[in-house]
């Protein structure tokens, strides 16, 4: 198992195909996809990219700015995506700063996702993600 890797410029698209693709195959509008903040900036790069082989699936994706890395989780709630993080916190040895965003619950754009999440990590994480405003 392993997610797929893309460009940090090409997140905002990544959260509008997901959404498309939620939108297109999920009438019921549930949690259609969790996005999972976390904060990797103590952990070294042979232990991340070890720990994503083991621990994401192939549908996952992932796009990181540095060390602040976002996975998008299809067909996840955030109930799932807790698990991954447990997983994480477990192959890392250390409890990580991160937090949990579903969609739509949370937004209904990828603008929407993005300011929310950017709002809930400066408020619960004390970490500023400002860098999301960039993205078109």
């Not at 937090?99 to 739509?104: G, H, R, V």
């Not at 937004?107 to 999301?132: I, P």
Request: glycine content about 2%; overall charge negative; proline content about 1%.
């Amino acid at each position: 198992m392993a997610g797929i890797h893309f460009q940090f410029v090409d997140f905002k698209q990544l959260l509008r195909l997901n959404i498309g693709i939620a939108d297109r195959l999920d009438e019921n509008r549930a949690e259609s996809f969790t996005i999972l903040y976390c904060d990797l900036s103590e952990i070294e790069d042979e232990i991340i990219n070890n720990a994503l082989k083991e621990i994401l699936r192939t549908s996952d994706t992932i796009a990181n700015h540095k060390k602040d890395y976002f996975f998008v989780l299809p067909y996840t709630d955030k109930y799932g995506a807790e698990i991954v993080k447990k997983l994480f916190d477990t192959k890392f040895d250390k409890f990580l700063n991160s937090f949990l965003i579903s969609y739509p619950v949370d937004g209904e754009s990828a603008e929407e996702v993005t300011e929310v999440l950017q709002t809930r990590v400066k408020h619960f994480c004390k970490k500023d993600l400002d860098y999301l405003d960039m993205l078109n």
